[in-house]
C-alpha cells in the first residue's frame, strides 16, 4: 500500500472503532510515523507540542492494536498495516476488491460502498433451505418480527444473535423471518449446527451451492481459509447457522469457542468488522463472548435475547391443546415464562392424563415431563462449576436475592461469582427484576428435585 491507501485504511479502522474519522493531528502523526519522523519533528512540522502529539499517536497505537488484534506501535505501524490487509484480502479478493475500495465503516444505516455487480432481484434468488425446520403453528411475534427485519432490510446491520432458553422459538422466529424477508437477497443459506462441520468442510458446502447458483458462477471460487467474507462482499447474502451453542466449550462460562471451532470465531469477527452488503444471523442458547448483549446506535452488530410469550398467546397454546378453561391466573401461565415448548409439554401432560386441570395442578403442583427435564438437564450440563454454585444458592432462597447478598453467600471469589451471574445472565438462567436475582420457577424446581 501506498502512503494514501494506507492513511485511507487507518482512518476507516479507527472510525469503524470509534465512530469519528481521523482528525487533523491524528493524520499528522500516522504520516509522520509512515514517513520515519520523530514525534518531535512532527510537532514542529504542525505546530503542536510534542506532548499532544505523544498523546495522540498513544491513542492511535491503541485503537489499531485492539482492531488489529496485535501490538501496534510507532515502529511496527506500517508492517502491522501490511499484515492485517494482506489477511483480509488475499489475492481472490484483491481481483474484486482494489485496498483503495475498502470500507471498515461502522455506519450501520447505509449501504457499504462495495461493487456489487448483480443488484438484488427477486427473478434471480438462489436460496439453501433443507435444513430450515418446518416447526408447524407460529405463535405471534408480531414485534420481534419487526425488530428483526429493521435491523437487517433498514439498518443493514451484519451480524445478529439470536439467543434464549432452549424451546422459547429462536428457531420457529427466524425461519418466519427468512420467509418474509428471502427475496430480498440474491443468495439464502441455512445451516444447522447439531453435529458442527468443521469450518472448512462449511465453507466447502457453502461454495459448492454458491457454484450452482446462475448468478455466482462468473464469481471465482476456491478453497482459501475464511473465504466466505470475499462472498458476502461481492453479493447480497443472508446467512442463518442455527444452534450455534455447539460450537462452545462445555462446563465453561457462555460462549467460549472449542479449540477446534477457532475458524468460526474469526470468520465472525470479520463478518463483524468488515464491510459488505449481506447479513448473518446466528441461533443459539447462548451468545458468543464477543457479542454483547445490547449494541451503541448505529453498530452493525446486534443480539436479540428472546424472552416468552404474553398471556394471550401462552392461553392460545394451552387451548389448541384442548385445555380451554384455563385463566389468566393459573398456574399454566405463571410458572412456565412463556416458553412454547414448556408450556406445550405440560400441556400434552395434562391432555395424556385426562385433562382434569384442578385435580392436577392442586396443592400449587408444578409440573416437569420427562421431555422438559431432559432439556434442562443438558442446559444443566454445560453450566461450569462456578454456575451451577450460583444456581444451588438461589434455588435455596425463597424470595430473589440482591447482588450484594449473593457476593456474601458464594464461597468463591467476588470476580468469580459476579462471571458467573452475567454467563448465567447471557444462557437466561437466570431473572434479574428491580436489580434482584431469582431463578425461573420451572428451573428453580427442577434444581431442588434433581440437585439439592
Not at 505546530?47 to 492511535?60: I, K, M, P, T, W
Not at 418446518?134 to 405463535?139: E, I, M, P, T
Not at 384442548?322 to 405440560?346: H, M, R
Amino acid at each position: 500500500m501506498n502512503l494514501k491507501e494506507m492513511l485511507n485504511l487507518a482512518d476507516r479502522i479507527v472510525f469503524a472503532k470509534t465512530g469519528h474519522h481521523l482528525d487533523d493531528l491524528q493524520e499528522a502523526v500516522l504520516r509522520g510515523t509512515l514517513e520515519r519522523e520523530t514525534y518531535q519533528r512532527i510537532a514542529k512540522d504542525c505546530d503542536y507540542s510534542e506532548s499532544s502529539v505523544r498523546n495522540a499517536g498513544s491513542q492511535l497505537w491503541q485503537i489499531l492494536s485492539e482492531e488489529l488484534g496485535e501490538e501496534v506501535n510507532k515502529s511496527n505501524f506500517r508492517s502491522a498495516m501490511d499484515r492485517f490487509q494482506f489477511s483480509l484480502f488475499s489475492n481472490v479478493v484483491q481481483d474484486y476488491v482494489g485496498v483503495g475500495n475498502l470500507n471498515v465503516c461502522g455506519e450501520g444505516k447505509h449501504p457499504p460502498d462495495i461493487p456489487n455487480r448483480h443488484p438484488p432481484n427477486r427473478e434471480v434468488c438462489s436460496q439453501e433451505l433443507s435444513e430450515m425446520p418446518d416447526l408447524g403453528v407460529f405463535y405471534d411475534r408480531t414485534l420481534e418480527l419487526e425488530t428483526l427485519s429493521d435491523w437487517i432490510l433498514n439498518e443493514r446491520c451484519r451480524l445478529i444473535a439470536i439467543t434464549g432458553m432452549s424451546g422459547i422459538g429462536k428457531t420457529a422466529l427466524v425461519s418466519q423471518l427468512v420467509q418474509q424477508i428471502k427475496d430480498e437477497f440474491q443468495s439464502v443459506f441455512w445451516c444447522s449446527l447439531a453435529s458442527p462441520p468443521t469450518f472448512s468442510d462449511w465453507q466447502n458446502r457453502l461454495l459448492q451451492f454458491c457454484s450452482k447458483s446462475e448468478i455466482n458462477r462468473s464469481f471465482h471460487l476456491t478453497s482459501e481459509p475464511l473465504f466466505v467474507i470475499h462472498y458476502l462482499q461481492q453479493y447480497r447474502c443472508l446467512l442463518v447457522l442455527d444452534d450455534l451453542h455447539n460450537l462452545f466449550v462445555s462446563g465453561e462460562l457462555a460462549g467460549k469457542y472449542q479449540a477446534e471451532c477457532q475458524d468460526y470465531k474469526s470468520f465472525f469477527k470479520q463478518v463483524k468488522n468488515l464491510s459488505h452488503q449481506s447479513c448473518v444471523l446466528l441461533i443459539g442458547w447462548e451468545p458468543s463472548i464477543e457479542l454483547p448483549p445490547s449494541a451503541k446506535q448505529n453498530s452493525p452488530l446486534r443480539t436479540l435475547q428472546l424472552t416468552g410469550l404474553d398471556i394471550a398467546t401462552t392461553r392460545k397454546i394451552l387451548q389448541d391443546y384442548g385445555l380451554t378453561e384455563i385463566d389468566e391466573n393459573s398456574p399454566l401461565i405463571d410458572c412456565y415464562d412463556g416458553n412454547p415448548f414448556w408450556v406445550k409439554s405440560v400441556a400434552s401432560q395434562i391432555q395424556e392424563l385426562g385433562g382434569f386441570v384442578p385435580d392436577i395442578l392442586k396443592n400449587d403442583t408444578l409440573l416437569l415431563p420427562e421431555d422438559l427435564k431432559c432439556i434442562l438437564r443438558q442446559q444443566y450440563d454445560r453450566l461450569s462449576e462456578t454456575e451451577k454454585q450460583v444456581i444451588s444458592l438461589l434455588a435455596r432462597e425463597r424470595e430473589p436475592i440482591s447482588l450484594g447478598g449473593l457476593l456474601e453467600m458464594a464461597a468463591m471469589p467476588p470476580a468469580d461469582c459476579l462471571n458467573s451471574i452475567q454467563s448465567l445472565l447471557r444462557r437466561c438462567w437466570l431473572e434479574n427484576p428491580d436489580n434482584l436475582y431469582r431463578l425461573p420457577k420451572a428451573i428453580k424446581q427442577y434444581i431442588i428435585h434433581h440437585f439439592i
